[in-house]
């Protein structure tokens, strides 16, 4: 399972890329406050508008991530909908 530092580096990583210009570009703000639980929320959402395959083990990581106690509250709800979204197509599509 990947640690918070292998989560943000995945998602940089494996994910990022594949968004649209706009969407790295909003995630840019993340990385430059430094503040992981808001690149795991914006990286959810713009996977889910642009469209983008969030692979299993990152979504595997991310629910762990949500459910520890100092994951900011108010991003919970959208995070965990999102989430579910986005591992609904990944299991569709098959990989």
Do not use: C
């Not at 762990?64 to 991003?75: A, I, Y």
Request: proline letters at 6%; a negative charge.
């Amino acid at each position: 399972m990947l640690d918070m530092n292998g989560l943000t580096g995945a998602i940089a990583q494996r994910v990022e890329p594949l968004l649209t210009e706009e969407s790295r570009g909003m995630m840019a703000s993340a990385h430059r406050e430094g503040d992981p639980d808001f690149l795991i929320y914006m990286g959810l959402q713009y996977a889910l508008l642009d469209d983008v395959m969030i692979p299993m083990d990152i979504l595997d990581a991310l629910a762990q991530k949500l459910d520890e106690p100092s994951f900011t509250p108010g991003m919970i709800p959208e995070s965990r909908k999102w989430l579910a979204e986005n591992r609904a197509r990944t299991e569709r599509l098959g990989a």
